[in-house]
């Protein structure tokens, strides 16, 4: 029975770490987060980097029973550094696009400026990550207003394959 439990151990490190080297050389990051936008309603994303693209894209919204709304971010990392222990940062720029349906009927199109903690469990094939974005949204369902400023706060992981 030991043995068997050591060999299951020794079986499932491998794997971690064989997946783990691959992981830091492709790139290939899936995942989903949890995302609002001035903590008015919480809607899911589908979170993904691509190789060779420096940069992270989400796409997602909300659905609820007077409408949908859809989502769409690019971010570029800029400042992407290690804190402490598992625990990495990042700060970004990037871009927001919304659609919406019913009383969500809107569209907006913005700026954004994500600041990110990454926690990294599992090496570096699991990345579960909290963001706050500044967001400035200066084309929204009212028109144009170079005033218009929004909070978007996510949580969420990453698998990098």
Same mark, same amino acid.
């Given at each position: 029975?030991?043995?068997?439990? =050591?060999?299951?151990?020794? &079986?499932?490190?491998?794997?971690? !770490?064989? $997946?783990? #080297?691959?992981?830091?050389?492709?790139?290939? !990051?899936?995942?989903?987060?949890?995302?609002?936008?001035?903590?008015?309603?919480?809607?899911?994303? +589908?979170? +993904?980097?691509?190789?060779?693209?420096?940069?992270? +894209?989400?796409?997602?919204?909300?659905?609820?029973?007077?409408? @949908? #709304?859809?989502?769409? @971010?690019?971010?570029?990392?800029?400042?992407?550094?290690? =804190?402490?222990? /598992? &625990?990495? %940062? %990042?700060?970004?720029?990037?871009? %927001?696009? #919304?659609?919406? @349906?019913? $009383?969500?009927?809107?569209?907006?199109?913005?700026?954004?400026? *994500? /600041?990110?903690?990454?926690?990294? *469990?599992?090496?570096?094939?699991?990345?579960?990550? =909290?963001?706050? #974005?500044? !967001?400035? /949204? *200066?084309?929204?369902?009212?028109?144009?207003?170079?005033? @218009?400023?929004? &909070?978007?706060?996510?949580?969420?992981?990453?698998?990098?394959?």
């Amino acid at each position: 029975m030991k043995r068997g439990v =050591l060999v299951a151990v020794v &079986v499932i490190g491998l794997v971690f !770490a064989s $997946t783990e #080297a691959f992981a830091r050389q492709s790139g290939f !990051a899936i995942g989903a987060e949890a995302a609002s936008e001035n903590f008015n309603g919480w809607g899911g994303r +589908f979170v +993904f980097h691509i190789p060779g693209v420096p940069l992270f +894209f989400g796409v997602g919204g909300i659905v609820e029973s007077n409408g @949908t #709304a859809l989502d769409f @971010t690019m971010d570029y990392w800029f400042l992407h550094n290690h =804190l402490s222990g /598992i &625990v990495d %940062y %990042y700060v970004g720029v990037g871009g %927001y696009l #919304a659609l919406g @349906t019913g $009383t969500l009927s809107s569209f907006a199109l913005g700026a954004r400026l *994500p /600041i990110g903690l990454q926690i990294w *469990p599992v090496g570096s094939v699991l990345e579960i990550f =909290l963001e706050v #974005a500044p !967001a400035w /949204i *200066p084309i929204n369902g009212s028109g144009a207003n170079p005033l @218009t400023f929004a &909070v978007q706060p996510a949580i969420g992981f990453r698998i990098w394959l």
